[in-house]
Nanobody, 125 residues
Framework: HVQLVESGGGSVQAGGSLRLSCAAS????????MAWFRQAPGKEREGIAA????????YYADSVKGRFTISQDNARTTLYLQMDSLKPDDTAMYYC???????????????????WGQGTQVTVS
C-alpha cells in the first residue's frame, strides 16, 4: 500500500514560483512511476509531469514544459514539482500519484495511476 501526502501549495502572483512536495511511503515497486496532476474547477484532471523513479526519466505536458520541473530526492521518498513563471491558468488543485506500471510517453493519464494524494491548492493571481 502506498500513501502520498502533498504540501507546498499556496497563493502566488503571476510570474512567481512555488515548489510542491509529495511525501511517499509504501513499497517502492508500487511507486515505480510517479506523477503530478492538476484539476481546476469545472475542468478534467490534467496530467502535467511524470517521472520513472528507477532511472529518473521525466515527461511533461506541453502546457508546463519549460516552466515546471519534476524531481525526486535520493531516497525516492519525496517527489517535487518546481513551478516557475506561474500563470493564472495554473490555478488548480495539484495531486501527486503513483503506480507500478503506468506507461507514460508524454503527459501522464489519470486512468493509469492507482495511488493518489489528497491534493494541495495552488492559486495564481
Amino acid at each position: 500500500h502506498v500513501q502520498l501526502v502533498e504540501s507546498g501549495g499556496g497563493s502566488v502572483q503571476a510570474g512567481g514560483s512555488l515548489r510542491l512536495s509529495c511525501a511517499a511511503s509504501g513499497d517502492t515497486y508500487s511507486r515505480a512511476c510517479m506523477a503530478w496532476f492538476r484539476q481546476a474547477p469545472g475542468k478534467e484532471r490534467e496530467g502535467i509531469a511524470a517521472i520513472y523513479t528507477n532511472d529518473g526519466s521525466t515527461y511533461y505536458a506541453d502546457s508546463v514544459k519549460g516552466r515546471f520541473t519534476i524531481s525526486q530526492d535520493n531516497a525516492r521518498t519525496t517527489l517535487y514539482l518546481q513551478m516557475d513563471s506561474l500563470k493564472p491558468d495554473d490555478t488548480a488543485m495539484y495531486y501527486c500519484a503513483a503506480d507500478s506500471a503506468a506507461l507514460v510517453l508524454g503527459a501522464p493519464e489519470a486512468a493509469d495511476f492507482t495511488y493518489w494524494g489528497q491534493g494541495t491548492q495552488v492559486t495564481v493571481s
